[in-house]
């Protein structure tokens, strides 16, 4: 964590700023070397941008407009079951000047870059820029969409003369002919030869293990990667590059370079000096900083670092003000030259009614001028919430005639609560339900009365295990869980429960709104005080704001002292809270060693001797994944304590807990069992998986200790939650509320922030994310009211 206050007060006033550590989920506990930087000496100002170890911001939410609140807190409640102990001290990293903390979220969300952060570019050189599972899934439903419009057009054609039968079929035909015509009809007609007995079906398969399917793009040919590699020699930038910037900017890749070298930001670790020093070296005098080759390509990356953070667009004072920062001498005319052009897209977003909507003279009303806001984006977030934006009001037009079998459920139900979202789901295509923890079991009723009520039901959660319901969103979107599609495309359900709905990003949320077919419900279900998606928007809350549905708010609280400290959080209150039988204690740690030490200690014995909670069942939770108390340094310690070894599997030993990352926002937790030519086998909630050898480093971590972003979903019998001293600044409501509440039975505070924590609670929320889904809602929503009946 950064320490730098500088540093810190100049990421956060960026929301554009490039991540410190957009890849530390699924990192390696060992940064690679770093390489030269390309171009000119005066490059290097930014080469170590990523901060190494500086991964510990609160997750997704950094960015912001505005500038990061300093924060210092105090302890929590209880006593420790391990004893008295003592508390974490500051722990520094060193951080550049222009660069932002890394965030957690971004690291759960790119588990295949840089492992430590570093902005070099040559740490690129190996990758290859793939699909997100959204992407993916998008692309494959629009092939999908194709194959059925051929097909329904194939049905639609006559079909002359048997000309398209063959075989048996052909044969059938002209037995029925002759038959027609008079004819002896073919010995086929009457064919009298015993059929052939069916075998029997044989025994399914012994299930194997999955290899996670990867979206690879497609290979550039070697003379691309050839003629970019000249490119990049000219220019002094690593050669190895060549491959991946072929990649990514496609088999023109050394023409558009030439053409416009700060092009290379198009490789995830590239930063604009280091752009700014290849253009330099390749263009000479004429590479300014107002070029509008570099004006335009630097709108679009700023746009792409501002998604990573959640953003789907950004203001256009605020995009101006981070051009500048950049040395942009005319941020204005830079923005509109990329408006011009087409690399991003500007929108106007109303901003309340408009000026005079009240005045009774027509004459004024039609002069009456409609706030707005000037809103910049990239084309893919745009499409992606206006599609999410058209389905979900597509789904919201829904009504439903609610029969009596409704409210005979609905009398049925085990809660008042559960009631009233069932209630609301009878009689409309989009609810929307919110509730802590215990409050997950009204959408598991709400199933459970439509299943018997004969509808087709699925229940999709965040992570496995997170619902009734074997099936995750991943999972239902990809066709491996869930009831399947069908021959339009379209999920085989009346009725599609998501729980976790504010871990829905848009790209996702749009894939699974898509496939919802007319005439179901969609009822999304989560709760509001966590923290939010890795990927760009605010999908949960976005809809909540726009209130074009019915919200059902469930009234059942969280039970017991760590239901009522978890609640207080949400509302701003860190409260002391009884905990006869030690369900919340506190560890107090003078430094990061001890705090490691005392982690330790507690998931080893003080937990399972106090509570019987085997420490397989124990989760560590720390705000970030670098510095002295973050997860590899903590995994360290839990591994030479729990499952030594030499770590003979890349690091790994068959036993060892890890998180498995299969794509972009998506932590699962997993136990190595082998490896093997083909690579790392896990055993994952009684799946077995095989992660290829070449993926291990980027895909899998070890388990004991994960982030705030990994651990959101899922609950475990026990957590410990480590706060070190360099931590402070990471903490906000948002975090502590999730940390602190992934624990069913026991929850134990290694605390060594001091006053930063009840000022986390008290004063720093969420850091808003800018969005256009709410007004786009409201607009549709607006404009459907106007419509005729």
Not at 63 to 78: F, I
Not at 152 to 157: H, I, S
Not at 669 to 685: C, F, K, M, P, T
Request: hydrophobic share 45%; aromatic share 2%; with cysteine.
């Amino acid at each position: 964590m950064s320490t730098d206050p500088q540093a810190d007060t100049a990421a956060a006033e960026d929301p554009a700023a490039p991540e410190a550590d957009p890849s530390a989920a699924a990192e390696p506990e060992a940064a690679p070397e770093a390489a030269p930087e390309p171009g000119r000496a005066d490059a290097g100002s930014e080469a170590d941008a990523g901060g190494a170890e500086d991964d510990g911001v609160a997750a997704g939410e950094d960015g912001g407009p505005g500038a990061e609140p300093s924060v210092s807190g105090r302890g929590g409640v209880g006593e420790s079951p391990a004893g008295p102990e003592a508390g974490t001290g500051p722990e520094t990293a060193p951080a550049a000047a222009d660069d932002a903390a890394g965030s957690e979220a971004e690291a759960d969300a790119d588990p295949g870059a840089d492992p430590e952060g570093t902005a070099e570019p040559a740490a690129e050189a190996q990758v290859t820029p793939a699909l997100s599972e959204a992407q993916a899934e998008l692309a494959a439903q629009k092939i999908e969409r194709e194959r059925i419009a051929r097909r329904k057009a194939e049905r639609e054609a006559p079909v002359e003369a048997g000309a398209k039968l063959s075989g048996r079929a052909a044969d059938l035909l002209a037995a029925v002919r002759a038959v027609e015509s008079g004819a002896k009809p073919s010995a086929v007609y009457f064919d009298e030869a015993p059929a052939t007995p069916r075998k029997a079906p044989a025994a399914p398969p012994a299930p194997r293990p999955v290899t996670p399917a990867v979206a690879a793009a497609p290979a550039p040919s070697a003379d691309s990667v050839e003629g970019v590699r000249a490119v990049l020699a000219r220019g002094g930038a690593p050669e190895a590059l060549a491959a991946s910037a072929a990649a990514a900017l496609g088999e023109d890749a050394a023409g558009q370079l030439t053409e416009n070298p700060w092009r290379l930001l198009a490789l995830p670790a590239v930063r604009p000096a280091q752009a700014d020093g290849f253009a330099r070296t390749l263009l000479g005098p004429e590479a300014g900083p107002g070029d509008e080759r570099r004006t335009t390509v630097l709108v679009g990356w700023l746009l792409a670092q501002a998604g990573l953070k959640g953003h789907t667009a950004l203001e256009a004072p605020v995009l101006e003000k981070a051009l500048t920062q950049y040395g942009v001498p005319d941020p204005t005319e830079a923005l509109e030259q990329a408006i011009a052009e087409g690399s991003v897209l500007v929108f106007h977003e109303p901003l309340g009614p408009p000026v005079g909507a009240d005045a009774k003279d027509t004459e004024d009303a039609e002069d009456a001028a409609q706030p707005v806001r000037l809103l910049v984006g990239l084309e893919g977030a745009a499409m992606a919430e206006e599609s999410l934006a058209d389905g979900l009001a597509r789904l919201a037009a829904g009504t439903f005639d609610a029969p009596g079998d409704w409210e005979r459920a609905a009398g049925s139900a085990p809660s008042p609560s559960a009631a009233e979202l069932i209630r609301a789901v009878a009689g409309h295509g989009l609810v929307t339900h919110t509730g802590g923890e215990a409050a997950r079991a009204e959408p598991v009723a709400l199933a459970v009365a439509a299943r018997e009520l004969g509808l087709r039901v699925c229940v999709a959660a965040h992570a496995p295990g997170g619902g009734p319901d074997p099936v995750t969103v991943a999972g239902l979107l990809s066709g491996a869980e869930g009831p399947g599609r069908d021959a339009d495309g379209q999920f085989a359900l009346d009725l599609l429960v998501v729980l976790d709905a504010p871990q829905l990003d848009v790209e996702t949320a749009a894939a699974l709104v898509e496939s919802v077919p007319d005439g179901a419900r969609l009822v999304l279900s989560g709760d509001p005080g966590v923290l939010g998606s890795a990927g760009a928007g605010r999908v949960f809350a976005d809809v909540l704001a726009a209130r074009t549905c019915p919200q059902s708010i469930s009234r059942t609280p969280d039970p017991g002292p760590l239901g009522e400290l978890v609640s207080g959080i949400g509302i701003g209150e860190l409260n002391q809270v009884d905990a006869p039988g030690k369900e919340v204690v506190i560890v107090p740690v003078k430094d990061a060693g001890e705090a490691v030490h005392r982690a330790v200690q507690l998931v080893a014995e003080s937990v399972p001797r106090a509570f019987g909670i085997p420490a397989d069942h124990v989760q560590v939770i720390t705000p970030g994944h670098g510095g002295s108390a973050g997860t590899r340094a903590l995994n360290a310690a839990l591994k030479e304590r729990l499952n030594p070894g030499p770590g003979r599997f890349g690091g790994f030993d068959p036993g060892d807990r890890v998180v498995h990352v299969p794509s972009a926002g998506r932590a699962l937790a997993a136990r190595v069992v082998s490896a093997d030519a083909e690579g790392l086998h896990l055993d994952r909630a009684g799946a077995r998986i095989v992660v290829p050898k070449e993926l291990v480093e980027s895909r899998v971590r070890h388990g004991w200790a994960v982030t705030a972003h990994q651990a959101v979903g899922t609950r475990w019998p026990a957590v410990v939650v480590v706060l070190p001293g360099d931590a402070a600044q990471a903490l906000s409501r948002d975090w502590v509320y999730t940390a602190f509440g992934r624990g069913e039975r026991h929850l134990s505070v290694v605390h060594g922030v001091d006053q930063a924590l009840p000022h986390a609670v008290a004063e720093v929320p969420a850091k808003p994310r800018t969005t256009r889904l709410t007004g786009l809602l409201t607009a549709l929503a607006t404009a459907g009211a106007q419509q005729p009946q």
